[in-house]
């Protein structure tokens, strides 16, 4: 029934009226997609208001004005590169109207009165204005005129006609929005938005773009509550553990939590003991102390008979993460990677199936379908930000997770956190365990290199230990270790033996060696590219430098500045930038002098780069917005998250009038799999 009224906004753009199948496949790369809601999606990136009026002898230059004229004479081209022109006059005043190619004798016959409209230049010239119309049929000349992102081959025109007819074709809806809220913001229904943005009368004031936004956000955060209920609702187990081998690590560790790590592993320990399932972000700061927060709450499955996996992000990530289980769990732990091969794997997947091996740490191999776990409890994702993945893992067919931590050491703004999660309980470790002494992170020209080399030479002769990670080249890894060997080849040359070099291309095993001989000692100044920016932990290591710090995000940067200040030494951080740096580069690089709060330069940088790279690595996968920016329209996601909740509480089965609604809201913005938890459940 809903399917057959939206069936003509899920028609192809063929169906419209004027597109044929090769102008088809240009809109549909202009819009993003080839159906008729692709285009009615597609909206204006401005508006030109036609209806300024003005007189020749005040005519501006590079402006869109519509003049009144009448056509004094035609003046042919001298030569084929020059226009065929119109001198005009509205009695005020002289302008000329230019064609090079095609130009209108019909509808410009000397003596002709005409309305044009479009810009003129310096020269008073308007080339090739963009409508000129007879003055009795002024009537016709827009006066607002929507400006749509085009593509190459593609022009206003051409999207008129089928726009017109997709908005006629827009069915009746009944209303999703909550009728209060309606009235509060002054929205307009659903297809009066979209008439409103298509096809003005006057450029739109903001209430049509904003209810569509909010469209789009609802849709979202009803979309994620309905899926999160339904993974939380299978049931869980409820896991209480005696603390003995918690007792045991601890002891092992030799240091007091600090008062947010008790308090994060209370809310862990309250979810792991109710025999509902756990979704739960563990967001904290680098260096916040999360890993031993995961190992204490891994170890309460442990406790209970059954098995916790960690898994990270990269191969990397996960041999540390196994290095500091390894230290500290009271029971044996197992790597379990793409590289770990034939009868060391065979062994491991063994114990694993057998429940032999209790602890397990790796990457995405650990949740391959040939990996058979005795009695899977818990799983800690360590830095995913995709509720996708927590979601496999706790509805996974075996639906052998019953519980699940992500931890993440990038402050998530809250705003990403509510477009990738929805309403999320989260546990936030606010402080650094104690003894962590603030980073000193000053800005250097890279013209300054020289001395800032001097410097370096002079904290190694200290005995520091020195990060110096090499610029970002515009997204080119091999250009990245270029630059990064061309460093490492100078450092070398100055400092010796003393310099090793990690990144991303080596051997796994190079790499590896290169890190454990600076987490020995054995080298003490490390030139690496990124690799290093999440986990790596070295305590004795005091001093970061990172070049080219403009090209990095503000995130990033604050995840490499993390690498340092994890010991007792007094620590720095200097970026260097290049010698002219903008405005808004420097004020950036500022912020992140002035502050170590996370939290604070996760927003800012949210802010600056807005959703998609919000993370300064693109693995934000933030859903691809069509009408709402979750920045700029902070304040709507806010109230869709409240929204959602309070509709959910209503009307779990959105059964209801408004229920109903919804549903056509979620079909709208294809949120079927949310969709198919409402007939499943
Ligand atoms: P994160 O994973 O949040 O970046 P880690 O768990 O790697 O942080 O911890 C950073 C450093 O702080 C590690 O060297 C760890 O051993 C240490 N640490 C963690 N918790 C405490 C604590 N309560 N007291 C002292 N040191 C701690
Ligand atoms: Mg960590």
Request: hydrophobic share 30%.
């Given at each position: 029934m809903q399917h057959d009224r939206l069936a003509p906004l899920f028609a192809p753009l063929t169906s419209l009226r004027g597109l044929g199948e090769p102008r088809a496949r240009l809109v549909a790369r202009a819009a993003g997609g080839d159906r008729v809601i692709d285009l009615l999606f597609h909206l204006p990136e401005s508006y030109i208001d036609r209806r300024q009026r003005v007189a020749l002898r005040a005519l501006p230059a590079g402006r869109v004005v519509t003049v009144t004229v009448a056509v004094v004479r035609i003046e042919r081209p001298a030569n084929a590169r020059q226009p065929t022109r119109a001198v005009v006059t509205d009695g005020t005043g002289f302008a000329e109207i230019a064609f090079f190619k095609g130009f209108p004798h019909a509808r410009l016959p000397v003596g002709a009165r005409v309305v044009v409209s479009g810009k003129a230049d310096e020269r008073r010239s308007f080339v090739h204005p963009d409508h000129i119309v007879p003055e009795d049929a002024a009537a016709r000349l827009p006066d607002v005129e929507p400006v749509w992102p085009l593509t190459a081959g593609l022009f206003p025109w051409h999207l008129r006609g089928p726009i017109a007819d997709a908005l006629d074709r827009i069915p009746d809806l009944p209303e999703w929005q909550d009728a209060a809220l309606q009235r509060r913001e002054g929205w307009p229904g659903f297809a009066g938005a979209l008439r409103a943005l298509h096809a003005p009368e006057a450029p739109p004031p903001p209430g049509p773009r904003r209810r569509l936004a909010y469209d789009e956000l609802l849709a979202g955060q009803v979309a994620l509550a309905l899926v999160r209920r339904r993974v939380l609702a299978r049931p869980g187990r409820a896991l209480t553990g005696d603390g003995r081998l918690r007792a045991r690590a601890l002891a092992t560790f030799g240091q007091a939590l600090t008062p947010s790590q008790t308090a994060a592993l209370a809310e862990i320990d309250a979810d792991l003991a109710a025999p509902r399932r756990m979704l739960r972000l563990l967001q904290g700061d680098v260096g916040s102390g999360k890993t031993l927060v995961a190992l204490l709450a891994m170890l309460r499955a442990v406790e209970d008979g059954a098995q916790a996996a960690l898994l990270a992000p990269t191969e990397l990530l996960a041999q540390q993460h196994l290095r500091t289980l390894a230290r500290l769990a009271p029971v044996p732990v197992a790597l379990l990677t793409g590289s770990v091969k034939g009868a060391a794997r065979e062994r491991i997947l063994r114990g694993l199936a057998e429940g032999a091996l209790p602890l397990v740490v790796g990457t995405h191999a650990l949740f391959q379908d040939r990996v058979e776990y005795h009695d899977l409890a818990l799983a800690v994702i360590d830095e995913q930000h995709r509720f996708g993945v927590a979601q496999r893992l706790l509805m996974g067919g075996k639906g052998r997770v019953s519980d699940v931590l992500v931890m993440t050491a990038t402050p998530i703004p809250r705003t990403l956190l509510l477009t990738q999660w929805g309403e999320m309980t989260v546990s936030r470790l606010t402080e650094k365990p104690a003894g962590r002494l603030p980073v000193r992170t000053t800005l250097h020209s890279l013209a300054t290199l020289d001395d800032v080399t001097d410097g370096i030479g002079r904290a190694l002769d200290g005995g520091a230990r020195v990060y110096w990670v090499c610029p970002l080249v515009a997204e080119s890894e091999t250009a990245d270790l270029a630059a990064a060997e061309a460093r490492f080849a100078a450092l070398r040359a100055r400092f010796g033996q003393t310099v090793g070099l990690a990144h991303g291309q080596q051997e796994s095993a190079v790499r590896e060696a290169a890190l454990a001989d600076f987490a020995t000692g054995r080298t003490r100044l490390l030139v690496a590219t990124t690799v290093i920016e999440v986990g790596v932990d070295v305590p004795e290591a005091s001093v970061m430098v990172i070049e080219?710090?403009?090209?990095?995000g503000l995130a990033q940067l604050h995840q490499l500045r993390g690498r340092v200040g994890r010991g007792r030494d007094a620590s720095f951080c200097l970026l260097l930038h290049e010698a002219g740096l903008t405005e808004a580069a420097r004020r950036r690089l500022l912020l992140l002098r002035d502050t170590e709060d996370g939290f604070r330069i996760a927003d800012e940088d949210f802010r600056i780069r807005g959703g998609g790279d919000a993370l300064g690595?693109?693995?934000?996968?933030?859903?691809?917005w069509r009408l709402a920016d979750p920045v700029q329209d902070e304040r709507l996601l806010h109230m869709a998250a409240r929204d959602a909740a309070l509709l959910l509480e209503r009307d779990p089965r959105l059964a209801g009038e408004r229920g109903q609604a919804v549903r056509v809201l979620l079909r709208l913005f294809e949120r079927t799999a949310a969709m198919r938890t409402l007939q499943a459940g």
């Open positions: 080219h710090a403009e090209r990095f690595t693109r693995q934000a996968g933030a859903p691809g």
